[in-house]
Nanobody, 115 residues
Framework: QVRLVESGGGLVQAGGSLRLSCEAF????????MHWYRQAPGKQRELVAT???????NYADSVKGRFTVSRGPAKNTVYLQMNSLKPEDTAVYFC?????????WGRGTQVTVSS
C-alpha cells in the first residue's frame, strides 16, 4: 500500500515563502506524475501543480510565476516551493500520485497566509 506523507506547512505572512515536501512510501516503482492539490474551506479541491518523473511541470494559472514544483533526488519525492504567498493561498495542501491505476493521497498539510 502506497502512503504519501506531506510536510512543511505552517503560518506565514503575505509575501512570504514556504516549501512543502511529499514522500511516497510502500513502493519501489516510480510514480510517473506527482501532483499538489489544495482545498480551501468551503471550496472544491483544485490542482495546483504537476511534475513528471522526467521533469515536466504544469501549474494552475493562479500560482504561475510564484510556485515551483520539483522532484527530489530520492525516488517518489516532490517539493512545492511557494513564494510571494497571498491570503488566498490559504488551504490544506495535498500530495497525490497514481500508481497502477490507483490514486494515492496524503493527509495534507495546512498552509495559512495572514494579511
Amino acid at each position: 500500500q502506497v502512503r504519501l506523507v506531506e510536510s512543511g506547512g505552517g503560518l506565514v505572512q503575505a509575501g512570504g515563502s514556504l516549501r512543502l515536501s511529499c514522500e511516497a512510501f510502500g513502493t519501489n516503482f516510480v510514480i510517473t506524475a506527482m501532483h499538489w492539490y489544495r482545498q480551501a474551506p468551503g471550496k472544491q479541491r483544485e490542482l495546483v501543480a504537476t511534475v513528471t518523473s522526467g521533469g515536466s511541470t504544469n501549474y494552475a494559472d493562479s500560482v504561475k510565476g510564484r510556485f515551483t514544483v520539483s522532484r527530489g533526488p530520492a525516488k517518489n519525492t516532490v517539493y512545492l516551493q511557494m513564494n510571494s504567498l497571498k491570503p488566498e493561498d490559504t488551504a490544506v495542501y495535498f500530495c497525490n500520485g497514481r500508481l497502477f491505476g490507483v490514486d494515492n493521497w496524503g493527509r495534507g498539510t495546512q498552509v495559512t497566509v495572514s494579511s
